[in-house]
Structures are given as structure tokens and as C-alpha cells.
């Protein structure tokens, strides 16, 4: 790691009890232009050549077919360099979470990493890029880092001094400006057994990367949600509607759910934190959506620092199998996921005072390049590792961005778990759409968009 990001490390014990953060300096973000990445990343490799520079990401000017949906394979001709299976896993601790090392040994004959070549194919438009430039110098958390000002339209923190920081990257990365997306979840039941919970249709619109957009005109709200469910047939016509903005603590998540048996919409504020989300029947919590979903407020945020691990990434391979393939029992097909050495930034979060959460702890694993989560861990009240969730990251080179929807959640004394926003089988996978307006994303809507 260079000097200058150590010392903003460093420096971050000395800025944590302060209320309001400051950016950093013009002549810190100058490091966005050379040896730092647009929205952050070390732009040059490691040492032994494992992790290499990164050179531009995967943009459509890369591949023959980047539009096709169903996804495409990108890497169809890259052999697996090695394979950390229950035998080996000695040898592999120091670049592996305590969550991934545990569900090796859990599941020693089916639960292995196919380690691949590392391809740091994470990009995004130049505007996203200039914009991270601006927010480098003028954006600021507030309210004890659980709200942000002066944010617009790329990474808010590219120079991350606060673990607080951090996270907000990963709540405001780039997955582009507005997005189709249907999925399903499957959960896993004890006996090895997977079961659709449900299959719906999310519409994404991030008005906070709306393209021909600027910080004046900005109102403050990150992102809408508006999500249909299909299958099955008790849960058809249900919807839920959520607008997460900037200032988590003043203005707060709003969140509305149409009911079809009732026909009405009503507002539904438990659509947070630790909450079963009843999406997934009750498999994993609101807040574990996308590995981190919603407020920072019941949590302290320690910034660890930075280091090198096997992570998912570029599972393009994976979207191609069929559901069937990638399900196998009490976790996804060892053969059919893709992992890569990358660096990333670790963020260990402890319950702050006063506050209450079922997971009092938990350690996140953010990708460098992309400031996606990739990887969780969640610890018991006794200190136990408990829940343990890893994404499944693929490049979309016609947005482009890295995505990191599809994650799984294991509920290790349980002996469960849950396959959340899976693509498999889908025409559709992740796709680009023309922006909607904003009254398609209100209540009145939703209401008005009832079948049932």
C-alpha cells in the first residue's frame, strides 16, 4: 500500500470522534490521476505480480457482444490456476475470511475455491470518474458518519479516512443509472434440500447517477426501488417500494409495501436493519440485502485497513448454468464459481451504544476496485462466527460496472441458508433500461400498479 493511503489510514484515529468529516485535500485527490484508479483502487499490481494493474477495466470496447442477455461468458478460455479445497486449506488461511475457511471445513467434500487468473475488469463512464474527482474534495459525513452532504454521481469516498466512509462507497457504487432486474430466491434447508422462496422483478433507478443530472438539481434520495413478485402464486402482485436517501438519520428510509390480498399499500418502516425479510422467507435480514442494505446507524465502524484475498469475481461463467447446476444442497456448485486474488478493504462493525441488532458484529470484506461487499461475516453475542455471506460479482461491460446482486447468506447452527437474487435461467439478467420518471417510484403508483 502507498504512503499517502497509510497515512490517511493512520489519520483516521484522529478524525473519528469528530461529528462532521472532512474531504480530503486537492493535492491528496491529485492521487485519483496517477497512482490511485479513478474511483480509488491502487492502479498498479502487488509485488509477486498475483494482483495485477489495473489498465481500464471491461468496457464495451472490449468485447464482441457486450449487450447480450442472457450474459455472456467473457473468460471461457481461463483454466483454473489452483484449488483451495479442506485439504489444503493451511496453506491458504492468511487470503481467506474466517467465514469462507469455515464453510470449507463444514463441507469438506463440496466446498472448494477454482482459483483463476485475477482480472480487475471493474470500470464505470468518464462522467462517474470526473464526478468522483469532485466528491473526493467536497463530500462530508455528518451526523456521526451516518449521512452524507455534497454528493453526486460517483464514488463519494475514493480516499476513505473512516470505516464509515467506506461503507457509504458501497451503498453509492456504480451499478449503473437505471436497471431491470428479475431474480429468485431459493432457500436451503437443513436435509440439503432447495426450495423457491420466490420470484420477482426489480426496478433500480439511482437518481443519484442520473447521467445528465448535477449536484444543484440533486434531491437527496440515493435510490428507488420498486420490486414485483411473480411466483408463488400466494405471493403474486405483492410489491415493495423503497427511497433510500443521503441523510439516513433526518430523512430516514421510506418504505411501502402493497399487500394483494388486502389491495391497499401501506407504509412499512420495519423494512430495515434486522427485520426477516420476508422476501426471502425470513432468510436473512433486510439489512444483508446486496451483503449491505440501508442505515449505518446501529453500528460503529472500525477501518482496518487493506489486504489481500480470494474473492468471487467475473462469475459471467456462473450466469450461463441453469439453476439445477448452480444449486448443490447446502451451497452454491463449488465448480461453477470463479474466484480471483484482489485487494480489499476491511471493515470490522460493532454495536454502537444504545442500539440493538441480532448480529452484534460483523466484518466486511470490500472489494477495492469496485466498492462492492464481496464478503461478511457476522458474529453471535458470545463472539461466535454465525452468519457468514459471500456475493457472486459479475463484469457487465455495457453499463460497465462489476454487479454484485446475487449473494448467499449461511446460517451456520442452523445448518440453512438462503441463494438471494439469483439470474439463472432468465432472459433477462441485469439489463440497462431507459430511466423511468420519478411517479412511477410513489405510492400511488405501486397502488395503482395492483393485479390482484
Known sequence: MNNKVKNIIVAMSMVATCNV??????????????????????????????????TGGLTANDVANPEAQPRENYF???????????????????????????????YPESFYLNVYETRRTAAAPDWV????????TRTVTTNDGNSIDQAFGGIPFPIPQTGAEVMWNHLLRW??????????????????SNTLAVAA?????????????????????????????????????????IHDPLDQIGEGRKAWQYLAG????????????DTPDFVASGQNYFDEVWMFFGSLERYNWNLIGKQEMLIPYNNNEFLTKSTDEVLDGHHLNSEHMRWEKHRVWVVEATLAPGERHVVPKKRFYIDEDSWAVVLVDGYDANGKLWRVQHSVPFVAPDIPAVVTNTFTVFNLPANTWVANNLYNELDV????????????????????????
Open 21 to 54: 468529516f472532512a474531504a480530503v485535500t486537492a493535492q491528496e485527490a491529485e492521487a485519483l490521476n496517477n497512482h490511485l484508479t479513478p474511483l480509488g483502487a491502487e492502479r498498479s499490481g502487488n509485488s509477486d505480480g498475483s494482483i495485477p494493474a489495473w
Open 76 to 106: 471461457a478460455s481461463d483454466e483454473v490456476q489452483y484449488v483451495v479445497n479442506a485439504e489444503n486449506l493451511g496453506q491458504y488461511e492468511e487470503v481467506l475470511s474466517e467465514g469462507i475457511a469455515e464453510l470449507v471445513q463444514k
Open 129 to 136: 470518474y470526473e464526478n468522483t474527482l469532485k466528491n473526493a
Open 175 to 192: 451499478r449503473g443509472e437505471s436497471v431491470e432486474a428479475p431474480f429468485r430466491v431459493f432457500v436451503g434447508s437443513s436435509d440439503g
Open 201 to 241: 422483478k426489480d426496478s433500480h433507478q439511482f437518481p443519484y447517477y442520473k447521467s445528465d443530472g448535477s449536484i444543484e438539481d440533486f434531491g437527496g434520495v440515493a435510490q428507488y426501488l420498486r420490486q414485483v413478485q411473480t411466483e408463488p402464486a400466494f405471493k403474486s402482485g405483492e410489491s415493495l417500494l
Open 262 to 273: 388486502q389491495r391497499r399499500v401501506r407504509r412499512a418502516p420495519t423494512v430495515a436493519f
Open 429 to 452: 439478467q441485469y439489463k440497462p433500461v431507459r430511466p423511468l420518471p420519478e411517479r412511477y417510484f410513489t405510492p400511488d403508483a405501486l397502488a395503482g400498479s395492483g393485479i390482484r
